[in-house]
């Protein structure tokens, strides 16, 4: 008995220490921060707080539906993505937007010449330690680390781990010039060996140039956190990016709402919304959109074009993982929505996106 006993608190001390020092959960922070926030009105009762409700679990699921790896939810073969001549990509006409589609959440931007990465995650697990079921679809990305010399820009809309992810952060820290990020995520970066001086943090409607490029922090509706302990200790946000060459805006994770119409009045009509549309599930109905309710968000918007985002890497639900592009493809024909679905690693520009939605999954 006593044996079990001492293996029960070995076990407890083991998982205390990994979640007390192990890198990949980030720094929560410090009292001086929680007093600055305390300042600000979105953070209520010692946490970040959505406009509207956001209940993180709202139904039941079976226990271990999440984790069940069921035929469909992954791709049944293995499938390449396109790739990125990252020189090439960065040597731009200095009169356009051009980007890629990295995959989940991730992309980079060429703006008149400026790169600009949106939630580079080239991890193989989005979580802290290997779980199969969530490990990324394919064994090759579009984009090399290695391959990539400079970056102007990084933007992060949170800090779950399948948009910040240690590993990738690790190898690209010294190649990017800016991070942009919002409130209490620069605690993570600085713990993985960022720069102070190349960090800046934003609340809701911060704003900052780089160059002639308007970078908006915007509100989404959703939540925040690594571990156990710092549920919403962190700022979630969307995004606009803005200049004379066009606007667009990345939604990061979030739930349907009325801020997309309040943004939309702002700052839209945008030429280009990339928008959540996958891993939703009833359980979490607030902090994900289904697809008819991301057609909607791009309408509230004045999106031109809207693109479907957050699938085609990970199992983060128990739909096919091919239902929320097919979804998005349904209900932007009902609502008479432009949508564009370019396939991995292939390059798009702005002003003379393919409209013709060639089902790339299927092949």
């Not at 049944?76 to 993505?81: I, Q």
């Not at 731009?92 to 995959?103: A, D, L, Q, Y």
């Not at 781990?161 to 800016?178: E, G, W």
């Amino acid at each position: 008995m006593i044996i079990i006993v001492y293996i029960i608190l070995g076990l407890f001390g083991s998982i205390v220490t990994f979640l007390s020092f192990s890198p990949q959960f980030g720094k929560n922070p410090s009292k001086s921060q929680k007093q600055l926030y305390s300042t600000f009105e979105n953070y209520k009762d010692g946490a970040f707080a959505n406009i509207e409700e956001a209940v993180m679990i709202t139904g039941d699921m079976p226990r271990g539906e999440f984790f069940k790896d069921v035929p469909g939810r992954r791709p049944h073969k293995d499938f390449s993505p396109q790739k990125i001549d990252f020189k090439e990509f960065k040597n731009s006409n200095e009169n356009s937007i051009k980007f890629v589609w990295i995959g989940h959440s991730s992309f980079l931007f060429n703006i008149g010449g400026k790169l600009i990465m949106l939630d580079p995650m080239f991890g193989e697990y989005c979580a802290p330690v290997p779980i199969p079921t969530l490990k990324r679809f394919q064994e090759d990305i579009a984009l090399s680390i290695e391959d990539i010399d400079s970056i102007d820009l990084v933007i992060f809309s949170h800090d779950h781990y399948d948009h910040l992810d240690y590993p990738t952060i690790k190898k690209i820290k010294n190649k990017v010039k800016k991070f942009y990020v919002p409130y209490g995520i620069g605690n993570h970066l600085k713990r993985w060996g960022v720069k102070d001086n190349s960090i800046t943090e934003f609340n809701w409607y911060d704003s900052k140039k780089l160059n002639d490029i308007d970078i908006v922090c915007l509100p989404s509706r959703h939540f925040s956190g690594r571990g156990p302990k710092n549920r919403n200790s962190t700022l979630w946000a969307s995004w606009a990016i803005i200049s004379q060459l066009g606007k667009i805006y990345f939604s990061g994770d979030g739930g349907y709402g009325s801020h997309f119409k309040d943004i939309g009045k702002k700052y839209g009509p945008f030429d280009l919304s990339l928008i959540d549309s996958g891993q939703y599930n009833t359980a979490w109905k607030h902090s994900h959109m289904f697809p008819k309710q991301a057609v909607m968000a791009a309408q509230d918007l004045g999106s031109k074009y809207y693109m479907p985002i957050h699938w085609g890497a990970f199992k983060l639900s128990t739909h096919h993982w091919t239902d929320p592009v097919e979804g998005a493809i349904l209900y932007a024909k009902e609502y008479g929505q432009k949508i564009i679905t370019p396939q991995l690693g292939e390059i798009v520009a702005l002003n003379n996106p393919n409209q013709v939605v060639f089902k790339w999954w299927n092949q």
